[in-house]
Every structure is written in C-alpha cells, then in structure tokens.
C-alpha cells in the first residue's frame, strides 16, 4: 500500500509516482503529502520579504513557452544599468510595502548577447557593497552555461567567480522539463536536462545552494514529470544542494505554443505529489505568481510549506498572461498563511526564521 | 448520509479538517451526481438601472437618483443586450436592477411583455427585494405580485439579496435592505405559485460562523416546505470601493495597509480556504438543494475548478455581462469555451443548461 509506504518513511518508486499521477484521489494525496510536509516543518508556512530584478528581456534563445523574452532592437527590449538596478533596490528597501529591509534579491534575465561576464561580476559586487544584508539569488543555469561559453571559464570557475563576486544562492529556473523530445519542441536552443543537472551538481559542490524547478501543463506526459522528478531526488541524493522544488503552471497566453492554463486539480495534485516523491527536499514552494494566491493558498495544505514572497515586480509570467497582482505586502501573505490554518514564519533567503506569525 | 444538524455544522465549519470535509463534500456531490457532469448556462446579466435606494454597504455598484453616472436602460438597449446573447447560444437572462425610486409595477410589466412579445427566453428577474418593493409600492401582498410579474412573462427569480439571513448582520451590512423573514418570505410565495428560484449567501465580512449556519438552515428548512430551490451560490464578499471596507476596522493581523484596497481598505475578501470551507458545508448541510454552484466570477477559473471536488457541480453562467461584481475591483472575463475547457481539465465532462438544470447540449 502506498499509504503505508508514506507512513514509514518508505522511498517512492517511479511507478508508485506515475500511480499517483492518474488517480482521481485527491484528497488522500492531499492528505499523505500533508502529512509529509508537517513531518519536515510543523505547522511552519515559510514567506520571504525579496524583490525581482530581470536585468534585460533581450535573449538569443527563442523558448517557444516564452512571452518575456526580446530580440535586440525589437520593439520592448530593455536592459537595465547597475545604477537603474541599484536604484530598484533602494526604492523598495525599508518601504512600507515590505515592513524592513529585502532579505533577498532575486535576479534572472535573458542571454543577452553583448553583455560581458564583467558586467554580471560588476552587478554582484555594486549590489553587495550597496546592500551587504541582502542575500542574492541568482542566474539560473541556463544563464551560468551562457556566462560560462563569454568569459571562457569552466562551469566550475564560473560558478567561484560569481561567488566571490556576491553570488549567494541559485534560483531554479530553467530545468523546464528535463524530458528531452518535449524539451526539443519547447525550447530547442536552451541547455539541455543533462546540463542543467551538471549546472546545479557544480554549483551545489561549490557550496551554492539552489533551487529547482519543473514547468508542467503544457505537452509533457505524466512519465515526463515522473521522470523529471527522479532525475532531482537523484541529484539530491547526491549533493543535498537543494533547498527547494518549486513546480512552475504553464501560462499560455501570448507564446508560441499557446494551449491552455493547468487546472487548480491538477496544480494541487501536482504540488503534493512533488512532496511525496521527493523526499529529500526539505521545502516545497508553491510559486503565488504562478498558482495565484488563492490556489497557493490551498496548496499548504496540499503538501506545500512556502508561498514565495513579496516580489514587488514580477515580468516573466507576467507576460504570459498571469492574473495575479505583481506583488504582495508582508501583511497579506501572513494573513494568507494564518487563513489556511498556518504559522507564517517570514525566513531569509536560507530559511533562517526572521519572524514568526 | 443522514442529515446533520445546526451545531455538528456549526462543528465543521469551525474545525473541520479542509480536506476532510471537502472529501464528505466531494462524496456526496459523487451521489447526487454520478454521471460526472458540470453544467452551466449561457446567458447574460442585465442590469436595468444601477439607482438603489438600499444602499447597501457591500455594494460599489449602486448610485443615487442625481448621480452623473446613475443610469436605467431603455427598452431597446435591453433588446439589444437579449440580441446578443441570444446570438451567443443564450437561453436566459438574468434582469436584476437596483430598487429605483421612480419605477412602479407598469414599468416592470411593461418590460416583461415586451421582452417576451419579441423573444423566447428565460427572464430569470428580480431578487426578493425588488419584489418586495414592488408590493409595498402598490399594497399588493408578495403573491399578487409575482402573480402579476409571472402574467408578464417572468418566469423564475434569482437568489440575490439574501446576503447573510441573519437581521443582526443585515443591520450592519444593509440596514434599509429587506429582512430575512420577508427574503425567506417572497421565495415561499414564489415556490407555492410554482415558480422556481434559486439561493444565494454572501459571506466574508462581518458575520460569524453562527450566522453562516443560520443561514444554511433557513434555506433547509425552507425547501423542505417549499421545495422550489434550483441551486444554492455561495460566494465571498468582494471589498474594494465598498463603504463597508473603507469604514471598517484594521484587519487583524494586518495593522498596515495593503496594497489591494488602498491604504484606507482593511478589510480583507475571504480566502480560498475559506471560500472551499462553506462551499463544501453548503454541499453537505444542503441535502435537499441539488445543485451547487461554484462562483468562478469571484474566485477565479482555477478555484472554481478545485470547487468542483469540494461539493460544486455547476459552473454558473458564463456572464457575457457582469457588472455588479466587477464594480467591487474583480473582474474574471472568460469566454464559453474557456469554460468547457476549465471543466474538463478538472476532470469532468461539460455541457450546458438551462434555467431548470436540464442539459441542453454536451460538450
């Protein structure tokens, strides 16, 4: 019985994730994964005061799932300097929007093509001196393979050169869906899955903790997730360089290949059956500029313990027709927390308890 | 499933386990509903005239007489906005107005006639208050009324203006709006007469659980004698440009002001835990009202569709025209085939109906 599989702590198989995957019992996975999330964190849903930068839309991959990204020269591309970027943080630092300080700047933007590895080191180091309290995560892998090919470095110096730079920890993006006939038809120019594991196996051996991610809801089949899913508890076997999964809803509009949004039964099944099959994950986040806060909201008690933060300018999924606002007060996602019947505990970009609800 | 009673309600809607009542919800919407079918309507709403003499304090839609943007639709509008819809694949439409002082029981049957000489369509018109008015304003008793209204071509009544059916709460929200008795009242003279109508209940705002059960029950209790509800609709309270957000209190634990509402706005709508909570309640404590219908207007397609496993079979209307909730900051615009599409990536299969539940076509 799987039920009993979760109880005592037992592995999932693959077959037992894909069983997941086709039943129609949600509130039994609801409730397994429930179960697994206290076990890891109590009663805590974790929130983080940050903010976004997306440094330019300007990128030489064209991923068909995207409606941020610019060529050079097209109508609505931008770059931003590191005083336009150091002056972003200062206006939302201490405001009253966030109640103190960020904890955490989340920066990842497109592979832009004249742009030198010096100019990511500059952005780092400027950041750092201006804010030395804020954490920075940053540049997903896709974005470390790229500064990797400008600067000539191996991943592995890439990586230490932004850490000493500031680079403090990695977001998730980019893993998409590691699923590679899918991915080919998604986003032919972007690393591979095999890639963006190495990315993330360097980077978490170099002491950078990361995140990961998986975009579902748009061609892949149920073995696809299943199989995306083990290819990170494995990777996590290893490294334990992951702090947490975060499944990203397809979001169709304006992309090229259109389709629809994901179901709020499907985004809450998929949420808890993350949580059951990766074990080793210590966090499982459910993304509110994704989900909506309505849905990530339900989802902590579907096996998620985290709802994101208070992001101030959200772009990407933005332009793919997201129906959230662009970002929430510190207020709104404890309250959001407190509703569904959890202890909001505001953490930094580590999650070391800052505040407790 | 035996029914249960006022305080084991009371009971789960305090403590229950989210999942575990929405899986008493889920299992008993499967025996009502076996077939796994979610309806919904094409049809559109007509506010007549935005002019209210309510007032009510939850409301941003209504305006005074000599308000620059108070409004009443003449009849050609009206037959326009019914053109449309019936373009649309319409089957009803759903009139409802503000109570307009200088409006008397002609215009009304006037409009009915009209309305019914130039189509066949569903008028699903005029919530109990408006009833109510109109029997005072003439000193007819509630059923000459709607006597009159049917001969005129109504055929069924929405459940608006039940708000909490609670007079401590209505005193709060809606001092000049009528009584629960007399809402209560005007949908048992409808039922009696053979109309049917269905309920609604907005909460999220200053009720208690206590109320939200009382309110439960008097639609029960009401049902078992009268037995015309098509369908219960709970929604949750929507804030913005309301009198009542902007008078009300700080929000505990929010003493700074959020961005939603603006600086001034504490109160907050009720959240999808708790929008899942009395929809699955309603599900259970409503053992004699078929159907139950997910509020996507104000929750949004995805909540809506996990509402589908938490006691909700149908998907309301696709509003082509909605005005009063959008008037409260939210606005949800969806097409028909957004619909169909949201109900079958929940797991169901979709087909429309009409007024009385029957599916008119699948999907």
Known sequence: MLEDKVFSGERLTREDAIKLFQSDDLFTIGRLASY??????????????????????????????????????????????????IKKLKDGHGSRVT??????????????????????????????KEFPSIAIKAF????????????GLNL????????????????????EIFAEGIRSKLCPEKISGDRWLEVMEIAHNAGIKTNATMLYGHLE?????????????????????????IPLSYHPKNTEIGGFY????????????????LDNFEHIKAYWIMLGEKISQVALLFGADDIDGTIIEEKITHSAGAMTEEGMTKEELAYLIKKAGKTPVERDAFYNELWKG | MERIDKQTALNLLKNADLLEIGELADTIRKNLHSEGIVTFIVDRNINYTNVCINKCKFCAFYRDVESPDAYLLSNDEIFKKIDETIALGGTQILLQGGIHPELGLDYYTDLLKSIKDRYSINIHGFSPPEVNYLAERHVLTIRETLIILRQAGLDSIPGGGAEILSDRVREVLSPKKIKSSQWLNVMEEAHKIGMRTTATMMFGSVEEPEDIIEHLDAIRSLQDRAGGFTAFIPWSFQP?????????????????????GGINSKLYPATAVDYLRVLALSRIYLDNVKNIQASWVTQGLKLAQVALRFGANDFGSTMIEENV???????????????????????????????????????
């Open chain 1, 262 to 277: 994901s179901s709020g039964v499907d985004d809450l099944k998929t949420i808890a059956i993350s949580r059951l099959v």
């Open chain 1, 140 to 151: 997903t892998a896709v974005e470390i393979d790229y500064m990797s090919k400008i600067s």
């Open chain 2, 240 to 260: 913005k440009n309301t009198e009542l957000a902007q008078n009300s209190p700080p929000h505990p634990p929010l003493a700074k002001g959020g961005r939603r």
């Open chain 1, 99 to 128: 109640g103190h300080g960020f904890s955490e700047v989340h920066i990842v933007g497109g592979l832009h093509p004249d742009w030198p590895f010096e100019y990511y080191l500059n952005m780092l180091s400027a950041i750092k």
């Open chain 1, 156 to 175: 592995e110096d890439t990586l230490k050169t932004l850490k000493k730079s500031g680079l403090d920890l990695m977001p998730g993006g980019g893993a």
């Open chain 1, 221 to 245: 089949s149920i073995e696809d997730r299943v199989d995306h899913l083990f290819k990170l508890r494995d990777l996590q076997d290893r490294t334990g360089g992951f702090q947490a999964f």
């Open chain 1, 36 to 85: 697994v999330a206290e076990k890891k964190n109590g009663r805590n849903a974790y929130f983080i005061v940050n903010r976004h930068i997306n440094p330019t839309n300007i990128c030489v991959n064209r991923c068909k799932f995207c409606a941020f990204s610019r060529s050079k020269g097209e109508e609505g591309a931008y770059e931003l300097t590191i005083e336009e970027i």
């Open chain 2, 325 to 363: 909730v959008k008037a409260a900051g939210v606005s949800f615009r969806v097409s028909r085939e957004d619909i169909i599409q949201a109900i079958k990536s929940a797991g169901f299969k979709a087909a429309q109906r009409d007024t009385y539940y029957k599916i008119l076509r699948s999907f």
